[in-house]
């Protein structure tokens, strides 16, 4: 299971950090992932890091999030800098068996698990 929690209400400019704590199986095998999806849209991609720790962004938030794994912890963090209204979303984590170490995958369809959810609601 994926739990995913840490999200809220905050300002404009705000940051938060968001964790995804996985139980019943070993992260060390997978990429993690962060999508998204705002209300009336698509969910979409935000973040990956690989096994061996390399973080992979979309391009409307790089600079601004950074992903971060915590392999002993059994953790995935997402960290929210900055943020902004057009970031209001629910943000998912989601786990990608990789047998290689550098790879992983931006479509949401190529992840194996996914967690529930976290609601962050950025106010201006």
């Known amino acids: 299971q994926l739990q995913a929690s840490g999200g809220g209400l905050v300002q404009a400019g705000d940051s938060l950090r968001l964790s995804c704590a996985v139980s019943g199986r070993r992260i060390n095998l997978y990429a993690m992932g962060w999508f998204r999806q705002a209300p009336t849209k698509e969910r979409e991609f935000v973040a990956a890091?690989?096994?061996?720790?390399?973080?992979y962004y979309a391009d409307s938030v790089k600079g601004q999030f950074a992903i971060s794994r915590n392999n002993a912890e059994n953790t995935a963090y997402l960290h929210l800098n900055n943020l902004k209204p057009e970031d209001t979303a629910v943000y998912y984590c989601?786990?990608?068996?990789?047998?290689?170490?550098?790879?992983?995958?931006?479509?949401?369809?190529?992840?194996?698990?996914w967690g529930q959810g976290t609601l962050v609601t950025v106010s201006s």
């Open positions: 989601a786990a990608d068996y990789q047998r290689l170490p550098h790879t992983y995958n931006r479509q949401s369809g190529g992840y194996d698990y």
């Open positions: 890091i690989t096994r061996n720790g390399s973080p």
